[in-house]
Nanobody, 115 residues
Framework: QVQLVESGGGLVQPGGSLRLSCAAS????????MGWYRQAPGKQRECVST???????TYTDAVKGRFTISRDNAKKTMYLQMNSLKPEGTAVYYC?????????WGQGTQVTVSA
């Protein structure tokens, strides 16, 4: 079963940057589209960005122009470069497939944007 491990979160001031990583166990990472999700306190989990196996990318409107998703299939790792962070970006960030059925969720990585 695929295990997902997110890392790279932390406390950052508004306008700052972070780079999140998502490491996937198993050898099947390269054949699936992937996505980054986030869950803010008191809110439902939402999809932030997706990337297909062919490199087709989508972003939710709230992060367009500020976040960049990428993947390295050889390393079985996906990244999310987050620039110009805003306080409303405070959330636990998760990675998973971009379509159902989803894999079991990892523990996520906390991103806090605060002065």
């Amino acid at each position: 079963q695929v295990q997902l491990v997110e890392s790279g979160g932390g406390l950052v001031q508004p306008g700052g940057s972070l780079r999140l990583s998502c490491a996937a166990s198993g050898s099947i990472f390269s054949i699936y589209g992937m996505g980054w999700y986030r869950q803010a306190p008191g809110k439902q989990r939402e999809c932030v960005s997706t990337i297909t196996t062919g490199g087709r990318i989508t972003y939710t409107d709230a992060v367009k122009g500020r976040f960049t998703i990428s993947r390295d299939n050889a390393k079985k790792t996906m990244y999310l470069q987050m620039n110009s962070l805003k306080p409303e970006g405070t959330a636990v960030y998760y990675c998973n497939r971009n379509t159902s059925p989803l894999w079991p969720w990892g523990q996520g990585t906390q991103v806090t944007v605060s002065a």
